[in-house]
């Protein structure tokens, strides 16, 4: 395989973790509507804990049985998820929108990075195949891939706060929902 091809699958890889709708994107996206730079630390912890189960599946690879611990991937995902929608919708909001994000914003998207079932078990499925391909040039193209997400989908959800003056409780309700339904999904599917 080429650099550019190997570079262009791992975008491609990267894009199928970060892209689809889920818990993560409703948390960067609530954060986003009260600062963009709360949206983008909260995505960095999601990198972060990306690159915590990337290298956890690289070196695990063979060993990694997934009947054995997926019920408690998901139960852990829905507390997780119901502890982060409740708290969207009870928490006072920020008392001004320039209020400092920090290690506490950070944290949070790593904590829901790794307890995220659907990231979880993306890294057991697709980054077990990916740890296979190897290379580092796949490896800037998946991380590479995460960042233009990360940083692009802060940027446009807090850009769009600012034409509209009731978005940002919006996308916090919405958001919360979200988290909340995934919360009830997760345990459901961890009790069947």
Known sequence: ?????ELGFGLLLGFTLTVPPGPMNALIAARSAMSFRRGFLTGLGAMSADLVLGTAVYLLQSQVDLSEVVRYIYALGAIVMAYLGVRLLTAPPPEAPGE????RTYSSGLLVGLSNPFQILWWLTAGIAFAYLGGVVLL????GAIAIWVVGFSWAMHAGVHLHPRLP????????AILLGFAVYFAVLAAV
Do not use: H
């Open 1 to 5: 395989m080429s650099d550019l091809t």
């Open 100 to 103: 400092p994000a920090g290690l």
């Open 140 to 143: 800037v193209g998946l991380f």
């Open 169 to 176: 409780r919006a996308v916090t309700v919405v958001s919360a």
